[in-house]
């Protein structure tokens, strides 16, 4: 089975730092499109930062020079380091796994970590 799992979500104050993990298992990982989505209370999820099976990286306006997307493979594990957060930030953070194989689009999505950032 596919899992996601997301951890190192905390409770920090605003310009502190963070990174969070995402372990997955049951997928080639290596071959997958991995991306970080937050949602704020009370409001939609919106893609956060995303990183291609090549490695190619993708940031929300919101967070560029702030956070940093990276991937090890070997590890099957893709982080997401959050640098002088703002309490903006506050969200549950989901991990996705996105991937097309033959035409078909695979898409598979962990629990969620929570982080707040506030005083």
């Known amino acids: 089975q596919v899992q996601l799992v997301e951890s190192g979500g905390d409770s920090v104050q605003p310009g502190g730092s963070l990174r969070l993990s995402c372990a997955a298992s049951?997928?080639?990982?290596?071959?997958?499109?991995m991306g970080w989505y937050r949602q704020p209370p009370g409001k939609q999820r919106e893609l956060v930062a995303s990183i291609t099976s090549r490695t190619t990286t993708n940031y929300a306006n919101s967070v560029k020079g702030r956070f940093t997307i990276s991937r090890d493979n070997a590890a099957n594990t893709v982080y997401l380091y959050m640098n002088s957060l703002k309490p903006e930030d506050t969200a549950v953070y989901y991990c996705r796994a996105q991937n097309t194989i033959a035409g078909v689009f695979y898409e598979y999505w962990g629990q969620g970590t929570t982080v707040t950032v506030s005083s």
């Open positions: 049951g997928i080639i990982f290596s071959s997958y499109a």
